[in-house]
């Protein structure tokens, strides 16, 4: 099984089914989560895994379409989105229908040859809803009355902005609301927070995702994108800012996993790092670290190791807002204060070996390191051997360590057997992460009077809805540790989505072992 894919299995398993990132995690929980400069508030990870097991309260299709992110696409009665209006969905389709179109969407495209079907609007994406939760979506939005309202009545978003250092609010800031439809700016409006830290803005259009975008000494911050969902006219929001400080003393590691799957000619590597700002100011970087001159000022920093290929982010850092430097990669984006989950791989030349070293950037409470068991040498200085684990089938060697202080060296060596003639066809194999998250529903082809679907197109979009099942998953964990989201809401999600990560997960294994 190629690399990367089995660094994605390993991660999902290690997301779903243990605690080691948990449990660390969950003490750094803070009750306001914050606005992050230029990016979404961090995301604490939950104190405990819900037992898929377990008796939940039933959970309507109203939350359903909330939760399953319909509403990012979708309006009812309010107007084309960057989906259609579901408003008489039912003319066009039937009610098995509507459920197709969100458990097996590739399976209309298949039947009638065309993607997308409505002309006009984007594909439907692998959206991950089981069968049982699609049918009460598509109950809810079949049964759907839009109230009566006035013609002219729309939206309203208002909010407050607090000093996150001072706790008080801080008025005369200038704010400025961005309209998007899809991913593209549409248009924008500004204000100005009152003596209480207020703003308001009326009269917002239904049919748009929000954003609130403000500066505050010298940080730019923003919050979540926002849709209005079903019958809901207002938006109230709570956005912190901070007083910059340059001192990384506040940041700690609370778990970092380091993971290598071996291959014959290279090593996959996935680093999964969950790191907090204990303090109540900013982090801004410095100007000149190590003495190294960049255009933009790093602040969160991380090694990666010479000769790094195929860097690929996956959480917790954009790739717009990162940079190279002598030591490996750094975020250029202010860290305020609490939790955020940084996930990202790259691969490494295997040759003869790897043969790498680190020194520790912060303080860190659990280090966990994974390699896959193969018939190379692996030895590790700096952590302590464990008992070996299987996920998927493979086995790994684990080492870990606890309370290592910021400076603390690891080494890893692996030395690889030579083995003349089997290079090449693993990197024939090999399917990188980016190509999962771009041209996945590309090819098409038709034969005779219906289309089918090539077998190659078919594995990239189970890997890609994989892929988004990981993340809304993490997200759904956001969500419900901030508060935003009920426990009965959050736990029916979580496991329909859990058991369809595990679903795709074995029919990926089939078709690669076919």
Not at 54 to 76: K, Q, W, Y
Not at 78 to 87: E, M, Y
Not at 188 to 208: C, M, P, Q, V, Y
């Amino acid at each position: 099984m190629p690399g990367n894919i089995r660094v994605l299995i390993l991660y999902i398993s290690l997301l779903l089914t243990t605690g080691a990132l948990v449990t660390t995690a969950a003490l750094y929980a803070q009750n306001r989560t914050p606005a992050s400069p230029t990016q979404a508030a961090p995301h604490p990870m939950p104190g405990q895994l819900v037992s898929p097991h377990a008796s939940m309260p039933e959970v309507g299709g109203r939350e359903l379409f909330i939760t399953n992110r319909c509403v990012r696409c979708h309006t009812i009665g309010r107007g084309r989105f960057v989906g259609p209006d579901l408003a008489g969905v039912g003319k066009r389709y039937s009610e098995m229908e509507i459920v197709q179109w969100m458990t097996d969407p590739q399976g209309i495209y298949g039947a009638r040859g065309k993607m997308p079907v409505n002309d006009g609007f984007p594909p439907m994406p692998p959206l991950g809803v089981g069968e049982g939760n699609a049918r009460k979506i598509a109950k809810y939005v079949l049964g759907f009355k839009p109230r009566r309202s006035r013609s002219d009545r729309r939206g309203v978003i208002e909010g407050v902005v607090v000093n996150g250092s001072t706790e008080q609010p801080e008025w005369g800031v200038e704010v400025e609301l961005k309209a998007y439809m899809g991913d593209r700016e549409t248009d924008g409006r500004e204000g100005k927070t009152d003596k209480k830290g207020r703003f308001s803005f009326k009269g917002l259009a239904w049919n748009r995702s929000y954003v609130v975008t403000l500066e505050h000494d010298g940080s730019v911050y923003e919050s979540d994108k926002m849709v209005f969902f079903p019958e809901e006219d207002k938006k109230s929001l709570e956005l912190a800012v901070y007083d910059p400080t340059t001192s990384s003393e506040e940041i700690r590691v609370g778990a970092q996993h380091l993971i290598f799957e071996v291959g014959p000619d290279s090593a996959s590597v996935a680093e999964i790092i969950v790191v907090r700002n204990g303090g109540n100011k900013v982090y801004v970087g410095t100007e000149h670290p190590g003495g190294e001159k960049v255009d933009k000022r790093p602040t969160l920093s991380f090694p990666v190791p010479a000769g790094a290929m195929e860097l690929t982010f996956i959480q917790g850092i954009e790739r717009r807002y990162a940079v190279r430097t002598s030591e490996g990669i750094s975020d250029t984006l202010p860290f305020t204060p609490g939790v955020k989950r940084v996930v990202f791989t790259y691969r490494l030349p295997l040759k003869s070996g790897v043969d790498i070293s680190r020194r520790l950037k912060y303080p860190t409470d659990n280090f966990t390191m994974l390699v896959s068991e193969t018939d190379n040498e692996v030895s590790v200085e700096g952590l302590t051997q464990g008992a070996s684990i299987e996920v998927e089938g493979q086995r790994y060697l684990s080492w870990g360590g606890t309370g290592l202080g910021a400076g603390h060296t690891i080494s890893v060596k692996i030395k690889a057997p030579f083995r003349a003639g089997e290079h090449m066809g693993w990197y024939a194999t090999a399917i990188v992460l980016v190509v999962l998250c771009i041209g996945v529903f590309r090819s098409f082809r038709k034969g005779g009077a219906e289309a089918a679907i090539d077998e190659g197109q078919l594995l990239k979009a189970l890997e890609y809805e994989r892929l988004k099942l990981i993340m809304e998953i993490a997200r759904l964990d956001a969500e419900h540790e901030a508060g935003e989201i009920k426990q009965s809401v959050y736990s029916d999600a979580r496991r329909e989505k859990k058991a369809r990560a595990i679903e795709i997960t074995a029919e990926i294994k089939r078709k690669l072992e076919q």
